[in-house]
Every structure is written in structure tokens, then in C-alpha cells.
């Protein structure tokens, strides 16, 4: 542990990029008292030499302090890589453990907060019932510094037929659909995870009506609805229906960008997926090397890419996860999704928004992603300009 991670430090004379601001803010000092933010000064002003006695400093000259991130879409239990899809069947106890390294990867990597959006179901020898692993990670993580604080979705809900049998809560009729949402939220979900991509991909898995009926079921619990999106007929279904986020949102047209902003549906960016699974057409021997694989990621790629600058030009809400474990990325890959955002055509104040405020927004969480005086001390220290250049997310040098 280092001397950041104290109850009382004062790291003094940082850079700071927050998310709110095109450029830095230089001369940072920021005191962190009993583990709360105690107060942040600029251009080279300090607490008074009463306040910070006895009190450990840091020298941030160099470094420029970013609130604790938040990963919106990720999926702790699994491991991701070239075999994704594979491994989201390994036993419940192995992806336990995978969790726990996440865990740990995620709060190195200078990650927070994490809306966990979709595990299987298990046996849960903690409270004794059968329930999604995602909310037992969410309990043992409690209170643990090195641990990020969790909002889980529970486990996945679905139209039948639309994904891996005995993986998701598989609804027959729209009509079940309703107590599906209730059930996720008997067992203790924080908000509800329903899957858009229907069995037929040219069309919804459910009405918008129907899928109204669920958002107000889950609104009235006080939780709130993220949907799973790929393909254009969901994601309108989803608009229309005033869902609280579409994730991945692969597929976006000019109306259904302009009915999201309308009904405030935030749209949940994935986009290194993208760059990672460019990445295996030369790391590995399967499905994405050669020129027929390669083609149709480039397609899919320049979908994404479409969709994405439609949302941004239109003013949507954006914020951004890995979807570590759901796609291929790892789970300490964040900062990696901020340079996607960029490439992507997002102004880098937005890009880091989008994995701190935004995030903690979403999560109805208001401090999460954001330092604010009274608040909790997580940030980090990273070595570079965020703002000029994101890849700096990656160099973390300490955080807390
Ligand atoms: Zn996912």
C-alpha cells in the first residue's frame, strides 16, 4: 500500500482532468482526510500549514489526477479473450475466482465502480439460495478497499431461443415478462439486464409495449432497466420503450438516436471490443483470421462506428464499458475503451465523462466519478495529459 492510500495524505502541485473541461487544471492540491476528499486547491494554491501537520505529502508534479473510473458494462465472473463465449459455461466456483482476480485488476487499473451487467446463476453458499453470482460478488466486495463497489444487474433476461440455453432467464411469452424483472429484483439485483436481440434478428424480441410494462415494473422498485442491443429492430423497441441505457447499440438509425435523446436513454458504448477483436486476426488460429473473418469485422467495425458519431452528433447520453468477460476484452481494459471513444470521434472531456460522472450518473451513484469535497478519495495519479492524449489512462502510477 502506498502512502496515497493513507486515511490523511495531501498529494500536492497535480494536474487534474475530471471530465468536465477541455483542459487541465495545473497547480492541483488535494487533501484527503479520514479517507474522504477534504478539499482541492488550484493554480499552485495549498490548505493552510495548520490544516495539513503530520500530514503525508505526495509530490504530483507530472502526474494528473482522474476521479476514480467507472466501468459501466462489464461481467466480472468471466475472463474474456478469444474464447468468450466458451468460458461464460466454466464452473460457477473457477468464475468465482475469476471475479476475484477482476476484482483486483479492476482497482489497480484505477477502476471504482463497476455495474456488473449480466451472470449466471449458482448456488450461493453465502446466503443459502440459488442466485446470480454477480450480486455474491457484490456482497463479499463490500467495504473492501481492494475491491471495486459493485451495482449488479443479476442474471440476464431474454426472449427463448435468443442465446445460449441455461445460461439467461429464458421468457416464453412477452407476457412473463414482467415477472421476470420482479423476480431479479426479489433475489436483490440493483437494476435489470434484458436482452434485445431476439431469436429473429430482423425483428424485437418483445413490443415496446411490452417492454414498457417491464421498465415501469422496475422504475416502480426503484431500479433501473439496461438493455443488451446489437441489431437496429431491439435497439428502436428499446428507445421507444424509455429503457434507462441501450448497451453496445451496434446498430443505430437517424430516428431511433433522436428517440433515445427524447426518452433520456443513455447509450452505454462498448467500442474496444472492436479494437480487440482486431487484434486476434493475428493472436490466434480461429474465427478471426483470414480474409473472410477480417472483412466481416471491418464491416461490423464501420456499423459501430456509424452508430456511435449518429448518438455523439445527436447529443445522447453517452457512457462507456469494457463488456470484459460478455466480449473479449480483459477486465482491466478501460482506459483502452476511452482511446476507442476518441478514435471513434468523441472529444477526449467526453470520452473520460463517459467513464467517471456519466458512469456514476447512470449508476445512481453520485459520487462515483467524481471528487468532490465531502465525497469518498478515489482517484488516481496517471503519468501524462488524459486530454491530449488518453493512452496516459494506462499509466497508472498510484491510485486509491
Ligand atoms: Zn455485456
Known sequence: MSRLNGERVLVRDAALADGRSSRLTLGVSLLVENGL?????????????????????????????????????????????????????DPPEEL?????????????AGVRWARDV??????????????????????RWQGRADRPYLRAAGTWISRKGSMLPGLMIEVEHAADLVTAVNQQLDEGADLVKIYLDGPDPAAAPFSAAELRAAVEAAHERGAKVAAHGTLLAGNRVGAEAGIDSLEHGNELD??????MKRNGVT??????????????????????????AEKREAALRETVGASFRLAYAEGVTIAAGTDSGGGSPRANHLAWEVEALVEGGMRAEDALAAVTW?????MGVPEAGRLVAGGPAHFSLVHGDPLSDPASLWRVWLTR
Do not use: C, Y
Request: without cysteine; negative net charge; glycine residues 14%.
Open 37 to 89: 476528499v477534504a478539499g482541492l486547491w488550484t493554480d499552485g494554491d495549498e490548505p493552510a500549514a495548520a490544516q495539513v501537520r503530520d500530514v503525508p505529502v505526495i509530490d504530483g508534479s507530472g502526474a494528473t489526477i482522474v476521479p476514480g473510473m467507472v466501468d459501466s458494462h462489464a461481467h466480472l465472473a468471466f475472463p474474456g479473450g478469444g474464447r468468450w463465449v466458451e468460458r461464460v459455461l
Open 118 to 139: 449480466g451472470a449466471p446463476r449458482w448456488h450461493d453458499p453465502d446466503v443459502g439460495a440459488d442466485r446470480a453470482l454477480n450480486l455474491t460478488l457484490r456482497d
Open 96 to 108: 468465482v475466482q475469476v471475479a476475484e482476480e477482476n476484482g483486483e485488476l479492476l482497482v489497480r
Open 267 to 292: 447509450l452505454v458504448a462498448t467500442m474496444a471490443v472492436w479494437k480487440s477483436r482486431a487484434g486476434f486476426a493475428g493472436t490466434t488460429r480461429g474465427d478471426f483470421s483470414g480474409p473472410a
Open 358 to 362: 456519466r458512469g456514476g450518473d447512470l
Open 254 to 259: 437517424l430516428d431511433t438516436v433522436r428517440v
